[in-house]
């Protein structure tokens, strides 16, 4: 297609891009923030899976977590009990309330020959006598069931954990019970002055994650926005240019966020930078175009010759550089996260969508717009001829150091290794990071490791085999130092047990009959109050029970290894009917990290190997295929080395890094090849000299395009979900490194091969 026809259509383009945005624009109204960190996970992820049909057999175990504490540090009197009684009861009207957990309404059950006397322990203090607080204050140091669950190890703080299950018929049942949640534990703050309440838990997590996505899209947005136009109109130095540049990053944003509206896909932490992302890369064709225009617009040419003058140059690059960028997104879709896969599809729909743009909207609005020339800075050219001419003189000294460089990286990446914590997924400015940090400091883990024992058959949890494989499975767990407790079937009737023969010590043991046990088994069923019975921790066949362990905040690395022992030991020691695979939120993330890390060879040999096919026919050159492929392994490599030096830690972002960047690094070098070769071809210049005039025509644009990249991903350093803000940071420097490597290393690299042929 010609240039000329854009202008001569300019009306009618005009006209159907409007029509494309609005109709587009109709699907915003049904895009919604999700706050379930479900939405992380594939469905058919066995792990997942695992974890699904856990909750799905038992309880769903989505819960909320508070605790409470005295600026005195005194909990265990009157005054203090009665507020946590209190504040038990008022929790029942949390919606989507099943069951709450607390020193107040925790079942002190004593025996009585084969009467069981189940009493709350610290129900109604003000009716307490002495002896029953004095009592209720050992149990908290001593039993199991309490200490790290629901009393502190120092006994100066005590928890209140609310079960909570969601069934899916309301939009907002998730917002509407955390905000529930924070309201109640905020009445109680300034109800009770003296009183410290933190609140964690899986369902503030949700609500975190959420309320991250939020305030990045209302802040980030807009000031993104802001950055980029003034970027834009600095490099431009034309406002009306400036503003028509912006309407084709708006209206791609419009495209591809109406798109995953009628496509309804959620909006999650992960996949709400994409606008943000869509506007930092997709103004890069607009400036690419648009210097041009003014190159040859500032030096005489009439405005619609200077259009179709930029046009003729840039179409070609800018259609490579489109594509190659969007295929690195497409390869998110090796990515075994879902919100992964939807940023990459989003993000390519508005690369694509900017691309067309640029190409036809662009041209055809700025051809309707009165525009002055600017007069030529011929200080910008000269300093980038200046660079040329240092670059081709010291080509040896930079062709080492590079490689220097990039030997020195390479011995740095074995240093990367998988490790991170998920509460720290959630900025500390967010009140749940700061009280999660609380509660795993002073309270107790609030990340679990469960596992569904089966026993292969009806009433089979009262074999004595069985009950043994478990205790045992649970005597290996609590010598594990992750551990801090564990909760099973196996230690509810060893207590039952001990109970049954006076609280006599010795028979802290399984029972060697099943009858007995069965026995022990119906008596606790009959005898324990509605809403603290064994529902959680049994299947409703008595076929399987469900083991729980509570863990420290460990990293990633360290629950994968964990489990890693934990299935080894079972698989040694338990039948294979009887051991099932660990599964849990945070071992979810952690093996989500895991596979994330494992997708991007995949996705990156995909993506690299379509890349330069696709170069290598643009280029018609096998050889400058080749070049762009070296040149762009180069900023990838030192990147993740410089992270390994300051950093080595990987996680979730840090996975994605390759296949967001390698688009981007790709861009200038297509950029500056293609003029490198017009001059050589169609100017017939040897190759130093077509190196300084590739320089001097596109290498400000070049500039202009990484200081709008580097800028706009380093804004979100600042984003409240740090995978977002690693992810920033990285991409920021990488593409920074990538212009240097063009700027230097590239020109070095055709020289060297362009003098051997």
């Not at 009618?12 to 891009?17: A, D, E, G, S």
């Not at 989003?346 to 036809?360: D, E, Q």
Request: proline share 5%; glycine share 6%; aromatic share 14%.
């Amino acid at each position: 297609m010609q240039a000329s026809w854009i202008l001569r259509h300019r009306i009618p383009i005009l006209t159907f891009t409007f029509f494309i945005v609005l109709f587009a624009g109709l699907g915003l109204g049904r895009l919604t923030f999700s706050p379930d960190y479900r939405e992380f996970f594939d469905p058919n992820d066995p792990y997942f899976k695992a974890y699904e049909d856990l909750n799905r057999f038992y309880t769903y175990q989505d819960n909320i977590l508070f605790v409470l504490s005295s600026k005195s540090e005194q909990v265990f009197n009157r005054e203090f009990l009665s507020i946590l009684d209190e504040f038990t009861l008022d929790t029942r009207y949390i919606p989507n309330f099943i069951r709450v957990d607390s020193l107040s309404n925790f079942p002190h059950t004593t025996a009585d020959g084969d009467t069981l006397n189940i009493r709350p322990l610290a129900h109604n203090p003000k009716g307490l006598s002495d002896e029953q607080l004095i009592l209720a204050k050992k149990l908290s140091s001593t039993d199991p069931q309490l200490v790290h669950r629901l009393v502190s190890s120092n006994g100066k703080a005590l928890g209140v954990e609310v079960t909570i299950y969601f069934p899916g018929w309301k939009e907002n049942e998730r917002e509407e019970t955390a905000q529930f949640a924070l309201q109640l534990a905020q009445r109680y703050r300034s109800q009770y002055p003296d009183l410290k309440l933190h609140i964690g838990g899986s369902v503030l997590f949700g609500r975190a994650l959420k309320q991250a996505a939020q305030d990045d899209f209302k802040s980030f947005f807009p000031l993104m926005y802001l950055a980029v136009s003034l970027i834009a109109w600095w490099i431009l130095r034309s406002l009306k240019a400036t503003l028509a540049l912006m309407t084709v990053v708006f209206f791609a944003d419009v495209i591809s966020a109406g798109i995953a509206g009628w496509l309804f896909f959620p909006i999650t932490a992960v996949s709400v930078q994409a606008p943000n992302m869509i506007l930092i890369i997709g103004i890069a064709d607009g400036i690419h175009i648009l210097t041009t225009f003014f190159y040859y617009f500032d030096r005489g040419s009439s405005r619609d010759e200077a259009i179709l003058e930029s046009l003729n140059i840039n179409s070609r690059p800018v259609f490579l550089t489109s594509v190659t960028t969007s295929v690195g997104f497409i390869c998110f879709n090796f990515n075994s996260s879902p919100p992964y896969q939807v940023m990459g599809i989003v993000v390519a729909i508005g690369i694509v969508s900017a691309y067309f743009l640029s190409i036809f909207y662009l041209p055809a609005i700025l051809s309707t717009l009165t525009i002055e020339p600017r007069g030529i800075r011929a200080d910008r050219h000269k300093t980038m001829l200046g660079l040329a001419d240092w670059v081709i003189k010291n080509k040896d000294v930079v062709y080492w150091s590079f490689l220097g460089f990039l030997a020195l990286s390479l011995y740095q990446l074995p240093k990367l290794h998988l490790d991170e914590k998920i509460t720290e997924y959630i900025h500390p400015r967010y009140s749940f990071r700061s009280d999660t940090d609380f509660i795993t400091q002073n309270f107790t883990g609030i990340w679990t490791l469960e596992y569904d024992m089966q026993s292969g058959k009806n009433r089979g949890i009262i074999q004595p085999e069985y009950l043994d494989q478990v205790n045992r499975f649970a005597s290996w767990y609590a010598q594990q130092p992750e551990t801090v407790f564990v909760s099973n079937f196996a230690e509810t009737i060893k207590r039952f047990h001990r109970l049954m023969h006076g609280d006599d010590p010795r028979y802290f043991k399984l029972p060697k009959d099943y009858k007995l046990i069965g026995q022990y088994l119906t008596i606790y069923e009959m005898s324990v109050p509605p809403g603290v019975d064994l529902g959680t921790q049994i299947r409703p066949d008595d076929s399987a029970t469900r083991f729980v362990a509570v863990l420290k905040n460990i990293s990633t690395k360290e629950i994968l290894d964990l489990n890693l022992k934990s299935e080894k030991w079972l698989s040694q020691n338990i039948p294979p009917n009887t051991a099932q695979i660990g599964t849990s939120p945070p071992f979810l993330f952690a093996h989500l990290a895991k596979s994330n890390l494992h997708s991007i060879i995949p996705g990156t040999v995909v993506a690299l190997c379509t890349i330069t096919i696709l170069l290598t026919v643009f280029f018609k050159s096998i050889r400058f295929g080749f070049i762009a492929l070296l040149a762009n392994i180069v900023p990838p490599v030192l990147g993740f080395g410089l992270w390994a030096i300051f950093s080595s830690k990987m996680g979730i972002a840090v996975s994605l890094i390759t296949l967001t960047s390698l688009g981007l690094v790709f861009s200038d070098t297509i950029h500056l090849i293609c003029y490198y070769l017009a001059f050589r071809k169609h100017k017939n210049f040897f190759a130093s000299i077509a190196i300084r005039n590739s320089f001097e025509v596109v290498g400000v644009a070049l500039g202009s395009t990484t200081v709008t990249l580097f800028i706009g991903f380093a804004m979100l350093i600042f984003s409240g979900f740090t995978i977002n803000a690693h992810l920033g940071a990285l991409t920021a420097m990488i593409v920074l490194i990538a212009l240097i490597a063009d700027l230097l290393f590239l020109p070095v690299l055709i020289l060297k091969l362009e003098y051997r042929k």
